[in-house]
């Protein structure tokens, strides 16, 4: 048995994970694929500039590429201040949240789990609806407070720290004597999402007018994108990319469990919390500066799981590509569907194909259970 | 009952008392003042009945508790002054029980134990693809190499884990009953490669083993737990008699001796 082995292990190496060819092939693949949907949805739009304009454009502006004018003034305002921002967002959001579901799911070893759910979207949802609603309530305050924030508005601030502070609240309650268990976490992220979700509740039954903006926020739109929200998000979200990607190893290992992870000699309790925080990092700043788009972070990580395999080493710089690919699209076609949000796109194109792909595989290879 | 330490203990355990906190703010008393030295490249059966702390023990030696009083040293130095990581090149755990996770290939799963020697961001050294290697064929598992590790049957997830603890390339190797849920070819196999590898790679071994026969086959030296303590340590034919193991399992045995003068236990039902 051992004889018959031996060709495929001297031919093939046992370690050192995913071949360099099969790295390439995924990771350069999404990178193209990125580049070219981000082209594909600046020139599209409700005013149409043609793909060798779009791509003149950026690299004239972005690239410095000494290039002629041959379009239109306007085609440049329009592609410069509001698409390129759009997408841009459209692309950090879709990275963002792909990556910190697929952390997710590895960290709390559940497939059920999303970048939101130890009270990421709750909390951040309370504090941009707080943001919405107070301007109408207390507008001298509102005003002051937003404007002092180098013009990013109040509500993604707000958002964006409710988040953060959700999840610390949600890691202080569920830390007993002996360290965080899994289950403990969720179950105290539901109950402070429940009480959260109370407030929200009540907010909008209170807020009369604002009812649609509020609605449009919690569905998820990327609307209102621009380069100050960006300005304010990309540092945030690049650093917790860095963060996290470096510590793929330490993900693989936690998958063994906490006793085997910490006789591989990981701090468990430590580097769950950084796991936490950097993810949770990522997924506030991209929800304050585009609501809470479902389905992304959920789905993103399992597709790029059933094709590629479970290896972090791989899935995390894969997730970042693919997932900002697609958000990319479905912001492109929540765009032409005459600006619906884009949590409806995601949704519509994402599950039947992640059905699809549950159907057809070999076997379903999930997150491991606990 | 004091220890001498001596020049060539690899981890010692002195005076150690545990206890699990219990969530009505009670304490489960586990250990009581255990004394118990290992030498280097000794190869060590720990038998007791359940819940006498076998298991409590060995997370205590890699450091994962840390006892309420007294003090593990290990190469000379108290484990709380090791860092987790420098330790973990040194101690390696081989558990009980371990879900391996779904979609890993042996190989892949193996390079894991090579975690606390990670010299490279995102690839592997020579090193560790030797270490790897040797790993997977001393443990008899090559030929799994390519595998998933969730497809695999008992004894060959039995070999896997043993090859994950090799790669760690451990000195001091603590097993947690590694023939749980085997059959007894798949049991002699696993101890029988155990045995070999202490004497290839100057492994010191400590195994937590329910079957008394089975342990006083194996090891040259018997740990027997007992109420919080040491209730007897030695070579097994002094230690394992029909009056021990009536004192400490509660089970009446009768004694038989085999042509070679080894003892064999007997159970009468």
Do not use: C
């Amino acid at each position: 048995m051992r004889a018959a082995a031996a060709p495929s292990v001297t031919t093939r190496p046992l370690i050192g994970g995913p071949t360099l060819t099969r790295a390439a092939l995924v990771l350069g693949g999404g990178t193209l694929l990125l580049g070219v949907v981000v082209v594909v949805a600046v020139a599209m739009g409700s005013v149409g500039v043609g793909l060798g304009d779009t791509a003149a454009i950026l690299g004239r502006r972005l690239l410095g590429l000494p290039l002629t004018e041959s379009w239109a003034p306007s085609a440049e305002t329009i592609i410069f201040e509001l698409r390129l921002p759009r997408v841009l967002t459209a692309m950090l959001v879709g990275g963002g949240l792909a990556l910190a579901g697929t952390v997710f799911q590895a960290l709390l070893r559940n497939p059920l789990a999303d970048p939101y759910v130890i009270g990421t979207a709750a909390g951040a949802s309370l504090g941009a609806v707080l943001g919405i609603v107070a301007p109408l309530l207390l507008p001298g305050l509102a005003i002051g407070a937003a404007s002092a924030w180098l013009g990013l508005g109040i509500v993604q601030l707000l958002a964006f720290v409710g988040g953060l502070g959700t999840v610390l609240l949600v890691y202080a309650v569920a830390r007993g004597t002996g360290g965080t268990p899994v289950v403990t976490l969720l179950l105290v992220g539901y109950a402070i999402s429940s009480i959260l979700a109370a407030g929200i509740a009540l907010l909008m039954f209170a807020s009369g007018r604002a009812l649609g903006a509020i609605f449009g926020w919690l569905m998820g739109s990327l609307t209102g994108a621009s380069w100050v929200d960006l300005a304010f998000a990309a540092p945030l979200l690049a650093l917790s990319f860095i963060f996290l990607l470096a510590r793929w190893r330490r993900l693989n290992v936690l998958l063994l469990g906490d006793a085997q992870a910490s006789h591989l000699g990981v701090e468990v309790e430590r580097e769950k919390l950084g796991l936490t925080m950097l993810a949770t990092l990522a997924t506030s700043a991209a929800v304050a500066i585009s609501g809470t788009i479902g389905f992304v972070g959920l789905v993103v990580p399992h597709l790029l799981r059933l094709v590629i395999g479970p290896d972090h080493r791989l899935l995390l710089p894969a997730s970042l590509l693919f997932g900002a690919a697609l958000l990319v699209v479905a912001d492109l076609g929540a765009r032409l569907a005459g600006g619906i949000p884009v949590g409806i796109i995601t949704a519509l194109i994402g599950a039947p194909f992640f059905i699809w792909l549950l159907r057809r595989s070999r076997a379903i290879r999930p997150v491991p259970s606990p | 009952m004091s220890v001498v330490v001596r020049a060539e203990s690899l981890a010692t355990v002195e005076d150690v008392w545990f206890a699990y906190p219990l969530p009505d703010n009670g304490r489960r008393e586990v250990l009581r003042g255990l004394n118990l030295h290992l030498l280097r490249g000794e190869l060590v059966a720990l038998v007791g009945t359940n819940g006498s702390g076998k298991t409590t023990l060995l997370r205590l030696l890699a450091g994962v508790l840390r006892p309420d009083t007294g003090i593990i040293r290990f190469d000379g130095r108290a484990l709380g002054d090791w860092r987790r990581l420098d330790l973990a090149r040194r101690v390696t755990v081989l558990p009980q029980q371990l879900d391996l996770p779904v979609g890993f290939r042996v190989a892949e799963l193996v390079e894991m134990g090579r975690a606390p020697h990670a010299q490279r961001l995102f690839g592997a050294t020579q090193a560790d693809e030797r270490a790897v290697a040797r790993a997977l064929a001393d443990a008899d598992a090559l030929d799994l190499a390519h595998r998933y590790g969730d497809e695999l049957s008992g004894g060959e997830r039995q070999r896997v884990l043993v090859a994950m603890a090799l790669a760690q390339e451990p000195t001091l190797l603590l097993m947690d009953e590694p023939t749980l849920h085997l059959d007894l070819a798949h049991q002699v196999a696993v101890l029988a490669t155990i045995r070999r590898l202490r004497a290839q790679r100057g492994l010191t071994v400590l195994a937590v083993l329910h079957d008394l026969n089975l342990a006083a086959a194996f090891a040259p030296r018997i740990v027997v737990l007992d109420d919080g303590g040491v209730g007897a340590d030695g070579p097994p034919d002094e230690v394992l008699t029909p009056a021990l193991v009536e004192r400490v399992f509660g089970v009446t045995v009768d004694e038989a001796r085999l042509e070679d003068g080894s003892r064999h236990l007997a159970l009468r039902l």
